[in-house]
């Protein structure tokens, strides 16, 4: 323990810091700035920039003193994290600030949010009823009626010719009939409910495994992650050159609506990282420098004009690494809970 800062563990989400910025440290960078802050103040009877600091710095001290602490406290806060090796999943919180009126070291305290362990709850509790996929005739003939409405043909009722002009302005091959039409439709709407009611399996299971696991994410970590959300929104619009409230307007929403979504989809997130990485060392899951490997070239191929040095740079390595561990966990999660013939080729 460094004498610099003390550590106090209050939970298992909490860790207090109470850290010390010795005084001497505090002048010197004080005083660096109170000298930048006079240089160019301006004082009758006085050259500019020769203003003796004594007669300004008292109405400038209470401001200066607080932007000097501002500017050194990350520092301190950043080695004392590091030291302790502190994976901490939001901003740090000042629990108590220094006072600056009594001449001495500067102490304060700050609260880190960490992410609680986990256990892996009894994935064989996991049930999911499987729903048997059907396509009604009433299904069949709402597609009908909406290919009637959205083309132009010169056939007038829902027939065998109006189906094959259908099919010749859409791109279809062998329609020659309604009938065809109907069965192409059927096959069609069949495996979009296929497809929907795969992933509502593999998101339900998900949900089930991280509720087995009693996974519970700090709201302190849900609130940065949703404030990460709205400031990526923010600047999304600004570079298309949109303002928020006209966006909202058009849109017919409102900033508390957008709010609620983004902690939802924070929320959610967060949830499924931890269970995934939770799951990953349970079944002590890697990734192979050819799996690796392999998924860098599917994403060079998918982004060609990228700048190429992107792919040698370590940090990126290691996001992709780490992105590819948690898909592969994902994978055999839902082979070990539903089975492998409820993964697709978007698994």
Request: glycine share 4%; net charge negative.
């Given at each position: 323990?460094?004498?610099?800062?003390?550590?106090?563990?209050?939970s298992?989400?909490k860790?207090?810091?109470?850290?010390?910025i010795?005084?001497?440290?505090?002048?010197?960078?004080?005083?660096?700035?109170l000298?930048?802050?006079?240089k160019d103040?301006?004082?009758?009877g006085?050259?500019k920039?020769?203003?003796?600091t004594?007669l300004?710095e008292?109405s400038?001290?209470?401001?200066?003193?607080?932007?000097?602490?501002?500017?050194?406290?990350?520092?301190?806060?950043?080695?004392?994290v590091?030291?302790?090796?502190?994976?901490?999943?939001?901003?740090?919180k000042?629990?108590?600030?220094?006072?600056?009126?009594?001449?001495?070291d500067?102490?304060?305290?700050?609260?880190?949010t960490?992410?609680?362990?986990f256990?892996?709850?009894?994935?064989?509790?996991?049930?999911?009823?499987?729903e048997?996929v059907?396509i009604e005739?009433k299904?069949i003939?709402?597609?009908?009626?909406e290919?009637?409405v959205k083309n132009?043909?010169?056939?007038?009722?829902?027939?065998?010719?109006?189906?094959?002009?259908i099919?010749?302005?859409?791109?279809l091959?062998?329609?020659?009939n309604l009938e065809d039409?109907?069965?192409?439709?059927?096959n069609?709407?069949k495996t979009?409910?296929?497809h929907?009611?795969l992933?509502?399996n593999?998101?339900?299971?998900l949900k089930?495994g991280i509720?087995?696991s009693?996974i519970?994410?700090p709201?302190?970590?849900i609130d940065?992650?949703?404030q990460?959300?709205?400031?990526a929104?923010?600047?999304?619009?600004?570079?298309?050159?949109?303002?928020?409230?006209?966006?909202?307007?058009?849109?017919?929403l409102?900033?508390k609506?957008?709010r609620?979504?983004?902690e939802k989809d924070?929320?959610?997130?967060?949830e499924?990282?931890?269970?995934?990485?939770l799951?990953?060392?349970?079944?002590d899951?890697?990734v192979?420098k050819e799996?690796l490997?392999?998924k860098?070239e599917?994403?060079?191929?998918?982004?060609?004009?990228?700048?190429?040095?992107?792919?040698?740079?370590?940090?990126?390595?290691?996001?992709?690494k780490?992105?590819?561990r948690?898909?592969?966990?994902?994978r055999?999660?839902?082979?070990?809970?539903?089975?492998?013939?409820?993964?697709?080729?978007?698994?």
């Amino acid at each position: 323990m460094s004498d610099m800062y003390t550590r106090k563990d209050i939970s298992d989400e909490k860790i207090e810091l109470t850290i010390t910025i010795p005084k001497d440290a505090f002048d010197q960078s004080y005083n660096a700035m109170l000298k930048d802050q006079t240089k160019d103040t301006d004082l009758k009877g006085f050259r500019k920039g020769k203003v003796p600091t004594d007669l300004v710095e008292p109405s400038m001290k209470p401001m200066l003193q607080f932007e000097t602490f501002e500017r050194l406290a990350p520092m301190y806060i950043n080695t004392a994290v590091q030291k302790e090796n502190i994976p901490i999943i939001a901003p740090p919180k000042y629990s108590s600030l220094p006072d600056f009126k009594d001449g001495k070291d500067l102490e304060f305290k700050i609260e880190l949010t960490v992410m609680p362990k986990f256990k892996l709850g009894n994935l064989k509790k996991i049930s999911i009823k499987k729903e048997e996929v059907k396509i009604e005739e009433k299904d069949i003939e709402e597609v009908l009626k909406e290919l009637k409405v959205k083309n132009e043909t010169t056939a007038k009722k829902i027939g065998d010719s109006w189906a094959k002009e259908i099919a010749k302005k859409l791109g279809l091959e062998k329609i020659e009939n309604l009938e065809d039409l109907k069965k192409m439709i059927k096959n069609t709407l069949k495996t979009q409910k296929e497809h929907m009611v795969l992933h509502n399996n593999q998101d339900e299971a998900l949900k089930q495994g991280i509720e087995l696991s009693n996974i519970k994410i700090p709201q302190e970590a849900i609130d940065f992650e949703s404030q990460e959300r709205e400031r990526a929104f923010e600047q999304d619009m600004q570079m298309r050159g949109v303002k928020v409230d006209d966006f909202l307007e058009q849109s017919g929403l409102d900033l508390k609506q957008m709010r609620g979504a983004w902690e939802k989809d924070a929320k959610e997130a967060l949830e499924n990282d931890v269970f995934l990485n939770l799951y990953a060392d349970k079944k002590d899951i890697k990734v192979s420098k050819e799996e690796l490997d392999r998924k860098i070239e599917e994403i060079k191929k998918s982004q060609p004009n990228a700048d190429q040095s992107i792919f040698s740079n370590e940090e990126w390595l290691e996001y992709i690494k780490r992105v590819e561990r948690k898909e592969k966990a994902f994978r055999e999660f839902i082979k070990e809970t539903l089975g492998e013939d409820s993964l697709d080729e978007h698994n």
